[in-house]
């Protein structure tokens, strides 16, 4: 409605630069990653606030501060009410709580992603196989660590999300793949014009599949 519900600064020569910033749905949850360098040395900060009744009784609103020693921490997400998640360049974070974020989880990365993806069920990363034919390594976990599958895929690919049947949809500029959770490769095709999008529609194996000024909707087989 426009009402300005809270303000404030941050003085980055005492708090650091902010790097990333997420707002859960709820409206109340705030996290904010920032970054300091002091001789050489990096730390990331993840701060949390809480702008509903339980923050009231903190300073400043936050409920949780949290440090990583030599660690970038450039994404955040609150990908529920009660979760959220920090990725790093060496781990992927995850915190739980309704009110007061507590760390969870930790998933150790093997080395630098190129790509991260999630919902509010489960988390994927992408690593560049180094190869000669420009492969990538796919890997999906749960939000208890536990990985659920791992694929590697030869598309040259634009995006890596979630459908909203929680499956794996990596596109390119004109190709694409869908993979169940556990790995299974269900769909691929190379279409002949470019492909912007590719949605599943609610019914067994419904998609559809955006193209530049086309659209068709498909069921596979």
């Known amino acids: 409605n426009g009402k300005n519900l809270v303000s404030g600064a941050f003085y980055t020569e005492k708090s650091g630069y902010p ?36 923050g009231q009784n903190e300073i400043d609103n936050n409920v949780g501060t949290y440090k990583y020693e030599n660690q970038l921490i450039p994404e955040i997400a609150y990908v529920s009410d009660s979760r959220m998640i920090a990725v790093s360049d060496q781990n992927i974070m995850v915190f739980d709580g309704s009110q007061k974020p ?59 999300e979630f459908d909203s049947n929680n499956e794996v949809c990596v596109t390119g500029d004109t ?9 299974v490769k269900k769909f691929y095709h190379t279409f002949d014009n470019k492909l912007y999008k590719v949605m599943y529609k609610s019914g067994m194996n419904n998609y559809i599949f955006i193209y530049d000024g086309a659209m068709d909707e498909v069921r596979l087989k």
Not at 29 to 54: P, Q, R
């Open 19 to 54: 790097l990333d910033i997420s707002l859960c749905n709820d409206g109340k949850k705030l996290a904010v990653s920032m970054l300091t360098v002091n001789n050489g040395e990096v730390c990331s900060t993840i701060k949390c606030y809480n702008f509903g009744s339980v």
């Open 102 to 160: 507590k760390l969870k989880q930790t998933i150790k990365l093997e080395k630098l992603i190129d790509s991260v993806f999630y919902n509010n069920k489960y988390i994927g990363v992408a690593y560049s196989n180094n190869d000669k034919n420009c492969t990538s390594h796919i890997k999906l976990y749960d939000f208890n660590g536990k990985m659920l599958m791992e694929n590697d895929t030869a598309i040259a690919y634009n995006s890596i």
């Open 175 to 183: 190709a694409c793949e869908i993979y169940t959770i556990h790995g």
